[in-house]
């Protein structure tokens, strides 16, 4: 079954896309649609083809992931990857682009991840089980993202799950750790979170810029 959510587009899914390794095949086909947040999703075809909201998920995403870049390069802790990049584990059946996919050095040395080179050129797709991954809610993404992908996520082995949602302000920045049981927020004081992953803690405020227009900063210390 596949769950479409359709903004004056229509996605159509060829009859040949029926599990997780066709679905990997479709992305790379000519067909594939270039805009789109579109998952194989545990037995299914999952799309989203809203248009992306500007400050609420576009801005703060950019925000995030040019803060822990800079942090994981100055560092040197391993590989910031952001919104575009297939990421697949088997176990889990999932497959898609998270909104930010963190790989320790640790992580590719174990081989608990590994880099896939595409159909025609360079790697663009990540398999197994990263370290962190973000995704930034949207009005159709709040089911996916706090109970599909939760679940998924832990079944894939992922050590942190970064959830933001900056629907409304103040924007609420949640790091749930894993656990054996499943993910668990970890506690917050005074609006600061602590990262296992990054070994620090997190605290994304919002300010107003010269127009008006929300302006986010990813403190970290």
């Not at 229509?10 to 095949?25: K, T, Y």
């Not at 995704?135 to 942190?160: I, N, P």
């Not at 602590?194 to 605290?203: D, H, L, M």
């Amino acid at each position: 079954m596949s769950t479409v959510i359709v903004d004056d587009v229509q996605l159509v899914i060829p009859e040949w896309v029926g599990d997780i390794e066709s679905f990997r095949r479709w992305t790379d086909e000519p067909t594939f649609p270039e805009h789109g947040n579109i998952w194989w999703l545990r037995g299914g075809v999952w799309a989203d083809m809203s248009k992306e909201q500007v400050f609420t998920h576009n801005l703060v995403r950019t925000r995030i992931t040019s803060a822990l870049d800079r942090l994981a390069d100055e560092e040197d802790l391993g590989l910031v990857l952001s919104d575009g990049v297939l990421l697949t584990n088997f176990a889990a059946d999932i497959s898609g682009n998270p909104d930010l996919t963190f790989i320790s050095h640790e992580a590719r040395e174990a081989e608990r991840v590994r880099l896939v080179e595409g159909k025609r050129e360079g790697y663009t797709e990540v398999q197994g089980s990263p370290d962190m991954v973000l995704e930034v809610l949207s009005t159709g993404s709040v089911h996916k993202d706090t109970e599909v992908l939760r679940e998924a996520y832990w079944q894939a082995g992922v050590t942190e799950y970064w959830i933001v949602d900056a629907r409304e302000a103040p924007p609420r920045l949640d790091i749930l750790r894993r656990t054996s049981r499943g993910f668990s927020p970890r506690k917050k004081q005074e609006g600061w979170v602590k990262s296992a992953v990054f070994n620090k803690s997190f605290r994304l405020v919002q300010e107003a810029d010269r127009f008006g227009d929300p302006r986010y900063h990813l403190e970290i210390r």
